[in-house]
């Protein structure tokens, strides 16, 4: 029972922590602030402004419930076990009481543990969803197969975390594979989860295209922004060119016998999106939309509060030296992060969408 009290303890600590580090004291004051604030008689002159105060409230009151909620399951728990602690423990019925606390405090510790995870998503977008899109770079085919590789441990991690996936584009390859491909990820800090990826990719392995098998360096760029709720870039039709044109799949195949895909120019910018995975012109133009919308206000964000590295890490060429994870899939497999040193050789594992190591390890890494 001494070890299960030092155990519970322990959470106590790990808990107060958590709790200044978050400010949860400083976030109660704010809520009271907030909800003052929205008693006043014109507190809906401004329906807007309005709509937004009410959410934070919302949001700071699920958050400051959460900890308060966890913060007295701990106490009561400690109570319980320091007391059960003080009795005879050669009673039959104090044993399995004692089982019981220690499940209690296994139950407790992986939700905590969970929230404590949680935590480490701070910055102003983690709980928005991401568009993700992934480009081929140098490499070639490989290049390209790499790009569909990649695809797929993120279409299952989305699928582990829950995450709804919408596909907005995919421009496949002539021989295997894709250039590249457009998602949009929806779910509760999809952004957080994923913001980790932002980069060059590089992977290394025997090339299947290769006759010889000979050893293949490819490289994918990933970029990752946030899907913001309300746009602040307002689209005039002046400002776009549309094009359409018929879908094609592998090889370069026609899989649509209309002019269903479209292609989107803004011509401010020079921006291009494009797609062409509905069967409808009408919903490829939606997803076309809102992929530029998105695009756009990542544009805004970067310039106006100087936040590239925050959210796309920069322009960066998905070549030889700009990695920030490598793969190697021979020899002695392993998988790397370049920026918080984190490594594994369950390469399986990961390529099937296992991520939660690297995303943590880049979280810590960034409150450093």
Not at 144 to 162: A, V
Not at 299 to 323: D, I, N, P, S, Y
Request: glycine share 6%; aromatic share 8%.
């Amino acid at each position: 029972m001494e070890v299960l009290l030092k155990k519970i303890e322990d959470l106590r600590q790990r808990f107060l922590q958590i709790k200044a580090l978050l400010d949860i004291d400083g976030k109660q004051v704010k809520e009271r602030e907030l909800r003052l604030k929205m008693s006043a008689p014109d507190f809906w002159s401004d329906q807007t402004q309005a709509v937004k105060v009410s959410k934070e409230v919302e949001e700071l009151a699920d958050e400051i419930n959460t900890w308060e909620k966890i913060g007295l399951e701990i106490r009561e728990l400690e109570e319980m076990i320091a007391l059960t602690s003080r009795e005879d423990n050669s009673d039959l019925s104090l044993t399995d009481l004692s089982q019981d606390l220690e499940n209690k405090y296994l139950e407790l510790e992986k939700e905590f543990s969970r929230l404590e995870f949680l935590s480490l998503f701070s910055g102003e977008f983690d709980r928005l969803n991401a568009i993700l899109s992934i480009h081929a770079g140098t490499g070639g085919v490989d290049a390209q197969d790499w790009t569909q590789m990649l695809e797929r441990m993120y279409l299952r991690f989305s699928e582990r975390e829950k995450f709804k996936v919408e596909i907005l584009d995919r421009n496949y390859g002539t021989e295997a594979g894709l250039k590249s491909v457009d998602l949009r990820i929806v779910g509760a800090y999809a952004y957080g989860y994923l913001k980790s990826e932002n980069g060059v990719h590089r992977l290394l392995r025997n090339s299947p295209f290769n006759a010889d098998g000979l050893r293949q360096t490819s490289f994918a760029l990933v970029e990752v922004i946030p899907e913001l709720s309300e746009s602040e870039v307002e689209l005039k039709e002046d400002d776009l060119r549309l094009d359409v044109f018929r879908s094609s799949g592998p090889g370069g195949q026609s899989v649509n016998t209309t002019d269903s895909a479209v292609r989107i120019t803004h011509l401010p910018t020079g921006l291009v999106v494009s797609c062409q995975t509905e069967r409808s012109q009408h919903q490829n133009r939606e997803n076309a939309l809102k992929l530029l919308k998105a695009k756009l206000n990542q544009r805004l964000l970067t310039k106006r509060e100087e936040q590239e590295k925050v959210l796309k890490g920069g322009v960066k060429k998905a070549e030889w030296g700009k990695q920030i994870i490598s793969y190697f899939l021979y020899g002695n497999k392993l998988i790397k992060d370049h920026r918080s040193n984190e490594e594994t050789t369950d390469v399986e594992a990961v390529l099937d969408g296992d991520l939660e190591l690297f995303i943590e390890a880049y979280l810590k890494y960034l409150k450093q």
